[in-house]
């Protein structure tokens, strides 16, 4: 989409006319609150990722709980795109988003693909309203232009440092620095009109105590003397994320912001700003950061090289590309099972959710203030809890992406094998290390399996063990299995005897499911031939 270039417009607009524009914004709210007034009390929630690189785990966490939370109340989630700051922009980036939702089973109500009635859903493509909420707040006296080039700014930091202080632009300098606040209305728009590079800052009020409310935090109390002017519209004509993500919220009409504890500073700012345009602030709940599993630190996105396994939901093929947890065979049911317990806390021993499950359990006061520990091992286990449990059926189709070969194989054998060899597997690719010999008789045995079942009458064992198979009659009342322990016994041989070499010439391991099981699958032929070649190797 075009994109607007509002800085250079507003070199021509007055500041009367900045006015008008901003009240129409205003006015239109109005009518946009009247036409949405049915859906005043609808939860309202809000995943807004920066599109920067593949989505972390930690942010899939905040977008399951705001998933969570949304679909508990019969509320909307949607999933906003925040891409104001065009040098950290990564192509690719908000598909693979798309994507990893989907993936998880996820997916936003509204978003920029799937746009609702609260669009554009890009913040890139809504500079234009941005611009205009900005000149309104400098109009109304919250927040004032100012001219001070980095240069400037930078010696004054510098000064401050040598003398052991920090520089910070709030009330204590900004009378002293060049400002909209120390001149004329007059030079202020004839510096703007020269087209001087100006940034707007927030005005933060002096001497004020903030008491706010946090979902999960309790009271947090903030000292206003103790924030500075943050820039709310940059330079480039693009506002800073606190300006879009406040007047975005507003707008989309969201209820509650639910995102990661990593924002909790800029509260009081949020609130603060939403006091300036006269809007109701949502609700908001700040998430626990994922610990490392060392306990040591927040889990970063360079961890997964580092630690050994992913940190991004699906592969991404950028430029420095890596592994997701889809492609290292890990079901989305388990992650997303996994991180729905890495921070809340169900109150009870159950540890297995389905999302739906989930959903109705979840509450965000039983979310915990402390940081969660990201224990792969954990998610291992339950990666194989959910293989072991899936319906064959529908892990047959999974494997098959990872084993085209599979495709070739009759559908009802398929599940077959999968019913016996599931609960084997952690990964998906574990099926072949399970299941393998299903597919491809044993070529060789393990030298230390093969002593195990070696005896002098072992050869001739197996000639009988061919034969008793042989004479089987499928059509008979008694199952193989019966069949074969009745002779066992009524010859007077041990079971292990005749169990261990079948297996062995079966699985090529002295693992695996039940014998009886795989000669039903694999056929009384195969089995046989499996032992004579047994037989040739002992
Ligand atoms: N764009 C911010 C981020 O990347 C959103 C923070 C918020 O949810 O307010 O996390």
Redesign the pocket.
Known sequence: MEKVDSRVKLQYLSVESIDQNASQIIALDVIFAQNHSAMKDQVRVRF???PTGPLHVG?LRTALFNYLFAKQHGGAFILRI?DTDQKRYVAGAEDYIIKALDWCHIPADESPTNPGAYGPYRQSERQDIYTAWAHKLVQQGSAYYAFDSNEELEALRREQETNGQTFVYNFNNRATLTNGLNMSEASVQQRINSGDAYVIRFKAPHNRLLKLQDQIRGTVSIDCNTLDDKILYKSDGMPT?HLA?VIDDHLMKITH?I??EE?LPSLALHVLLYEAFGWNPPEFAHLPLILKPSGNGKLSKRDGDKLGFPVFPIDWEGEIPAKGFKGAGYLPEALINFLGLLGWNPGTEQELFSLTEMTKAFSLSSVNKGGARFDIEKLNWFNQQYLAKMAPSQLAPILKKSFPFLNNFPESQLNKVVALTQERLVFIDDFWSAAGYFFKAPNSFDEKALKRIARAETSSLIDRIIAVLSTYDESASTTLQEYIKNWISSNNIGFGAVMQPLRLALVGDLKGPDVFDIITILGRKEACQRMAFLQSKL
Do not use: C, K
């Open positions: 807004a990722p920066s942010g925040e994320y993500n912001v995102r990661g924002w």
